[in-house]
């Protein structure tokens, strides 16, 4: 039932897009939502045959295409990946169901499905290069998205964002031709496997390097500080759904490269770089909340949000134990729902007034008061509120930091309170006070299109701070191995007494055991 589920949730929208090009305008949203519904199944279809209990890799294919030089097709999910891909086509499903009357519908929607079989291929690729293909195929729709759709400087933006990242790509790509050629040094085989190069344990000079030519990649798709000039201009001109997109999915790109390359291949050079990280993190944390707190258009507070509360997830990486790993990714499901959802809240409004400005605005609780009240439980997420989504990952993520360093950890709890300053700061200039201003008396409120991907979003935000079991089990259960193999490949002292020795199987065991 579950053979090739994988190859089918990546191509399937590509098959789809192509199908869209002899669709005619009148029944192209109608098509895009039908193909985009059926993806989302699939992704739950792979949630319902996994078994939380194993912590390897599950529904792997394996199809040799260079083998002279250990190229292959090896896709496979586990508790760390399995989410994000469904994460990946409920955004999409949610995109297109409330995409509005914009310019050119066919084209968009045939982008977002040539986007989302990129981004499903991310999160499934085993293989080195299948994995930086899809990584930079991901670039061109969005440049497009951007530059097609997008605001008076959408080009200057849509450039800056392809620039940045293609050129973090390029110095990645470098360290994975190297980590190959140390395959083949160790072996005399070619091989751009990853469950290949786990078997390697480097010398930490090389770890050293390598860890910083993939972090160069990863850091600029985060991004961290100071990489992270061009989110801005990217979130500020592109349409709705590419910054829903962006922030849900495409950030993530960077915070689980890091825990499928960056910890397990370099464990003794992730630990040598955690505290530099970690200072990092607790940069982005509180200068992009300083930022945000200063700015007059609500869409670029939450995207100078969306950058702090993506410190924190770097943060609970490199905790370098269970709490924090599992902690950072269920924050990465988190930040998607819950920014995702402010985008759209964005969104929402932009279509009625054609502003962003929040001086525009004051007194909108009373106009519009479902769509204040959704705005409302989605701020309170950001800013992590105990009961709601955003809560569990930021608690796991610093509970594990705090293992590393007690001064950190307060340093980054403290400078989350800004954020809820900030956001307080927005929500009272929009929502609160006398209606003032002639055009806002009479705005309808959420209607039933804007509900569909509002309604969704809202509840998942309380039910996973509820009751967060369901997926973060099946992270904690990958975690555990990524980290025992973490602490078997430590050769240094200072590595080993940092990562904690779980005693548990290797992953590539339980891989080959559920396969």
């Known amino acids: 039932m579950f053979d090739h589920i994988l190859s089918i949730l990546i191509f399937f929208p590509a098959l789809a897009a192509m199908l869209a090009i002899v ?16 993806e989302f199944a699939l992704s739950l279809m792979l949630w319902f045959g996994f078994d939380s209990n194993v912590s390897g890799m599950q529904f792997m294919e394996h199809y ?9 097709y090896i896709l496979g999910v586990d508790g760390i990946s399995l989410f994000i891909i469904i994460l990946a086509a409920f955004f999409t499903m949610i995109g297109i169901a409330s995409l509005t009357d914009t310019k050119n519908v066919k084209n968009m929607i045939i982008t977002l499905l040539m986007l989302q079989m990129t981004m499903v291929g991310v999160f499934a690729a085993l293989d080195a ?4 293909v899809f990584w930079e195929l991901s670039l061109v729709p969005m440049l497009y998205i951007i530059g097609a759709w997008g605001g008076p400087l959408r080009v ?6 392809f620039l940045y990242t293609f050129a973090g790509s390029l110095v990645m790509l470098v360290g994975m031709l190297f980590m190959a050629y140390f395959y083949y040094q160790a072996t005399g085989e070619w091989s751009f496997a990853l469950l290949d190069w786990y078997r390697l344990i480097l010398p930490e000079s090389y770890q050293f390097w390598l860890f910083l030519a ?10 961290m500080f100071p990489f992270h000039t061009w989110l801005p201009y990217a979130h500020g001109q592109a349409p709705t759904i590419g910054s829903v997109i962006l922030a849900a999915i495409l950030l993530k790109m960077g915070t689980y490269a890091f825990v499928r390359f960056s910890l397990p291949l370099f464990p003794d050079a992730s630990v040598y770089f955690m505290f530099p990280i970690a200072i990092i993190a607790i940069i982005m944390i509180i200068y992009t909340a300083m930022v945000a707190y200063a700015q007059e258009d609500v869409k670029q507070v939450v995207a100078y949000s969306s950058v702090s509360h993506m410190g924190v997830i770097v943060l609970g990486t490199f905790a370098m134990n269970v709490e924090g790993i599992s902690g950072s990714i269920f924050l990465m499901i988190a930040h998607g729902v819950v920014s995702g959802a402010l985008f759209l809240l964005v969104g929402v409004i932009y279509d009625r007034r054609h502003t962003k400005m929040m001086d525009q605005f004051g007194g909108l609780a009373s106009v519009m008061p479902r769509y204040a009240t959704i705005f409302g439980l989605m701020l309170m997420a950001s800013v992590g509120l105990p009961l ?3 809560f569990v990952g930021e608690f796991l993520s610093l509970l594990g930091f705090y293992q590393q360093s007690h001064t950190l950890t307060l340093l980054a709890g403290i400078a989350i309170i800004v954020g809820a300053i900030y956001m307080l700061s927005a929500y009272k200039k929009m929502f609160f006070g006398e209606v003032t201003i002639e055009e806002n008396k009479n705005l309808p409120d959420i209607n039933k299109r804007e509900l569909i991907a509002l309604i969704p979003l809202s509840i998942i935000t309380i039910w996973l701070g509820v009751y967060p079991k369901p997926v973060l089990e099946p992270i904690n259960n990958s975690v555990e191995a990524v980290v025992q193999l973490m602490h078997d490949k430590s050769i240094t002292e200072e590595a080993k007494s940092r990562i904690p020795n779980l005693k548990l199987e290797d992953p ?8």
């Open 23 to 38: 669709i005619d305008k009148d029944s192209i949203r109608s098509y895009g939502v039908a193909v985009s519904v059926v």
């Open 64 to 72: 040799a295409l260079v083998p002279a030089f250990g190229i292959n």
């Open 129 to 132: 290069i299948l994995f930086y």
């Open 156 to 161: 200057y933006a849509s450039i800056k964002f």
């Open 214 to 223: 993939f972090f160069f990649g990863f850091a600029i798709k985060v991004p």
């Open 388 to 390: 709601t989504i955003n």
């Open 508 to 515: 590539r065991t339980s891989a080959q055991e559920a396969n």
